[in-house]
């Protein structure tokens, strides 16, 4: 879960998606669940800020992309919309 704007400067608001990780420790879910949904939805945000501004191809630099786990995700939906991924 996270908001983002409908308007160039896109603007994700990740507060969703805190307020969700904090919900699940609240819960007591294993760690292993809420870390599986944060990445997800971390992902995803990368996917539509691809979306809304129809790129074709995109970088993952920088250290959060040294995490295999998100790489991956990321990696398989921006292909999956037929981006090209630059790693």
């Known amino acids: 879960p996270f908001g983002v704007s409908d308007s160039l ?3 994700l608001d990740p507060m969703p998606t805190l307020s969700a ?3 699940g420790l ?3 879910l294993p760690v292993e ?3 599986s949904r944060f990445h997800a939805t971390v ?3 990368v996917r539509v800020v691809a979306r809304v501004l129809n790129a074709t191809a995109v970088g993952l ?3 959060v992309f040294q995490n295999v786990t998100l790489l991956d995700l ?3 939906r921006l ?3 037929g981006r090209t991924v630059l790693t």
Do not use: Y
């Open 21 to 23: 990780v904090v919900a």
């Open 61 to 63: 630099t920088g250290g």
């Open 43 to 45: 992902a995803e945000m």
């Open 33 to 35: 669940v809420i870390a």
């Open 26 to 28: 609240r819960r007591r």
């Open 79 to 81: 292909r999956t919309d």
């Open 9 to 11: 400067p896109i603007e």
């Open 74 to 76: 990321v990696s398989e």
